[in-house]
C-alpha cells in the first residue's frame, strides 16, 4: 500500500482480555476486532453498555487498565505498530500524533493545577515553547475554543468549571497538540442538550479546518447520524457491522444493528419504532458471490448451531459479521 | 382539561440554603395533570424539574405555593398524614440500582408495599398479587427470589415500576425512568409504561431531559427553564411549533438519527451556560441568553401569554399581542 491510501489508523485482528476473578483465566472483553480510520474522517464507534467500544478506543494509545491487556493484533497508526512501541515512542504519539478526549472531563484534568498552567506545559513541553509565550499561547486558545473570558479561565482549577467548559478546556488542550487523530470517548454524556450541541458544534469546526481525522465513540445514534460518516457497530465484544452512515440507518442488516436502528425515538416525527412494535429481528441469510452466510446476532449464537463468524462485505464499504452456512435449506429454518 | 386536575402545582416556589448563598430553584411554577394524562416536564440542569418532582411525592417541602391533590391540599401533609396518600401517589426513580434495597428479594420488595397498604390478605392472596404485578411488567415469576444485583438494568426498572403501580395508585411521577438504560432496553420500558399507562388508567408526571421520550410517552409537555415555566402545550404543538426562544433552542439542539436530515438542520445555539439562579428573577430568566432581547424583558414578571387554540402558552414578551406573530417573534418553522 502506498503511504497516501494507507489509512491513519488500522485496527486488526485486535483482542482485550481481562482475567476472570475465579480462576485468573483472560476473559476476551474485545474479540477479533478490525476497521480502520482515513485521514480527514469521522468515524463512529457505536454500542452499548459491554460492547467493548470504551476498550477498543482506549487500547489505541495503550491505556488499557490492567490487569487487562492486549491479548492480540496489531495497531497502527500511519504504519507504526502502537503495541511494540517503547515508551520514547510511545510518548512522542500520545498528545502528539493522537489525543483522546473522555467522557468526564473534570476528572481527566489535574485538580491542583490551574488550567492555565494545564494547557500552557503542553507547549512548554512538547513544542518547546517559552514560558511567557505559552501563556500567551494557551490564552489565544481558550478564545478558539469558544471561551469568553480567557483569562479568568486561565486561573481557574477545574473544579470551579461547569462540564461544558471544561470539556472545551480538554478540547483546547487536545488541540494543542495538533494531533492528526483525536479519539473522543463520549465527549458530551452528562452535558445538558444546548451544551452538547456547543461542544460537538466546536468538535466539528476544528475538524473540518485541521482536518484531523476523529474517532468518536458513544451510545448515541443521533450524535452517530449528525457528526459521523462511516460508523462501526459493536455488540459484547465484536463487530458486528461497518457501514457508510447512510446505508447504516437506511439498510442496516446485522440484527443487532436492525434492533438498535429499531429503536430510535425521533424527536423530529411521531413514528412508532419497530422494535416497540414487539418486533424482533431475527438471524438473516446473506448471499454473498455464490456463498450463504448467516449473520446471527452475538448474544443468541449459544442457541445456534454456528460456524466460525467472519466480516462479509455485503456492498462496497458495508461489511457484516456472519458465518457461512452450507446447506441453505437447514440454515435459513 | 375538562374535569377537576387529579393535581394542581400553584405557584409553588423552592428555595435552598448553600454554602454559596440562597439558590432560587423553583419560582412560582402553576400546572394542573388531569386524570388519565401524561404530562412530560422537560428542561435542562438547573431548570427545577427534579426539585418540582420531589416536592410532589413530598421528597422535599417547598418554600411557598400549594400542591393540591385531588382537592386535598398536601403541601405541608405530615409523614402520618402522607402515608396512607402514597399508595395512589408513586414514584419511579431514575436509576433502580439506587432505589431498589440490594438486599431484599424482589418478592420482599414487592410484598412490603401490598402488606403496608393491606391490598393483599394472607399468603395466597399476597402470592396472586406478585404473580399478576410480575405478568403485568413481563417479569418472568421465577425472578421473584432473585435479588437486585441478580437481575439486569431492564429488569432492575420492571422491578421499580411494579413496585410503584403494586398499591394501585392513580399518578405517578416519573423522574427520568430511561436514563440509566441502554438504548434497545429503553424502548420495552418505555412501552410498558405506556401500555401500563393505558390499562390502569394513570397520570403520569414524567420528568425527562430526553425530549425524544417525551414526545413519544406524552401527550403534554412543560418546558422550564430556571424554574419557570416558558412553555406549556400539546406534544404536537410544542415539537412541530415551539414559540418561545428557549424551546426553540432546545429542540433545535437535539441531535436527529437521521443523516439524511443533517445538512437541513437549523440549529440555534444560545450563547453562554445555564446560570445558578442566586436572586430572584426579574423580567425573562432568558434575557442574558436571548437572541431577541429587549431592554423592557428585564422588567417585571412576564406573563403567560395564550399562542394557539389550545392551551399553548408562552412566557415571553414577543408574543404579548396575543396574535402569536409579533413582529420581532421568531418563525417557530425555522426551528422545527
Redesign the interface.
Known sequence: MTEMHRPLLAIEHLSIGFPNERDGTMHPVVRDSSFVVNRNEVVGLVGESGSGKTQTAMSVLRLTKPPGQVLHGRILLDGDDILQMNDIQLRQVRGNRAAMIFQSPRTSLNPLMTIGNQVGRIYTRQRGMKKKDAGDATLEMLRRVGIAGPARVAASYPHQLSGGMAQRVMIAMMLACDPELLIADEPTTGLDVTIQAQIFELIQEIQQETHMALLLITHDLGVIAEVCQRVVVMQLGRIVEIAPVDTLFADPVHPYTRRLVGSILRPDLEVLPAAARGNDFPPVVLEVGGDRYQAVSVDSWRSVNVGRPEMVEVAPGHQVLAHAVDAPSEAVA | MSAEPILAVDNLEQRFKTPGGLVYAVNGVTFQVAAGESVGLVG??GSGKSTIAKSIVRLGEPTGGSIVYRGQDITHLGDNQMRSLRSKLQMVFQDPTLSLNPRLSVRQTLSEPLRLHKIANGKADLDAHLNRLMDLVNLERNLLDRRPGQLSGGQRQRVGIARAIATEPDFIVLDEPTSSL???I???I??LLRNLQQEMGLAYLFIS?D???V??LCSRVIVLYLGTIVEEGT?EEI?SAPKHPYTQ??????????????SS?N?I??P???PHLTHPIVGCPLADRCPYVEPSHREGRIPMVSVGPGDHRVACLLYQDGSGAGATAPDASEA?
Open positions: 435542562e440542569s441502554d438504548m434497545s429503553r424502548i420495552s418505555i412501552e431531559h425530549l425524544s421520550t414526545r413519544y406534544v415539537f433552542a432546545l429542540l433545535s439542539a437535539v441531535p436527529i438519527p437521521d443523516p439524511a436530515l443533517r438542520r440549529r445555539v444560545l453562554g451556560e445555564t422545527a
